[in-house]
Nanobody, 124 residues
Framework: QVQLVESGGGLVQAGGSLRLSCAASGLSFSNYGMGWFRQAPGKEREFVAAIRWAGDSTNYADSVKGRFTVSRDNVKNTVYLQMNSLKPEDTAVYYC?????????????????WGQGTQVTVSS
């Protein structure tokens, strides 16, 4: 079955950086677009970033543009989220997700598989 396993979360001070990884198995990884979402306590899950199956196109939420970078390695079946200049409002559980769509989608309903999430906490 499909498994997406996130890692790399943790506690960091404002202005710091973290790199999240999501290792995928049980699917033809290079055929799937990959997305990152986050959910803060009491809030709905929101789109953060996504990358097309070929790695040739990306999309970012306005709140993270210029600070976060999504990338993928189709040999290692892994997608990454490099997060720089972190802010306390970036605190959330971060999820990776896989989409069979050939174009990038920012809607959660476009993703068919989800990881368990990794906690990111940014202190002020």
């Amino acid at each position: 079955q499909v498994q997406l396993v996130e890692s790399g979360g943790g506690l960091v001070q404002a202005g710091g950086s973290l790199r999240l990884s999501c290792a995928a198995s049980g699917l033809s990884f290079s055929n799937y677009g990959m997305g990152w979402f986050r959910q803060a306590p009491g809030k709905e899950r929101e789109f953060v970033a996504a990358i097309r199956w070929a790695g040739d196109s990306t999309n970012y939420a306005d709140s993270v543009k210029g600070r976060f970078t999504v990338s993928r390695d189709n040999v290692k079946n892994t997608v990454y989220l490099q997060m720089n200049s972190l802010k306390p409002e970036d605190t959330a559980v971060y999820y990776c997700a896989a989409s069979p769509k050939w174009v990038i989608t920012t809607a959660p309903k476009g993703y068919t598989s989800w990881g368990q999430g990794t906690q990111v906490t940014v202190s002020s």
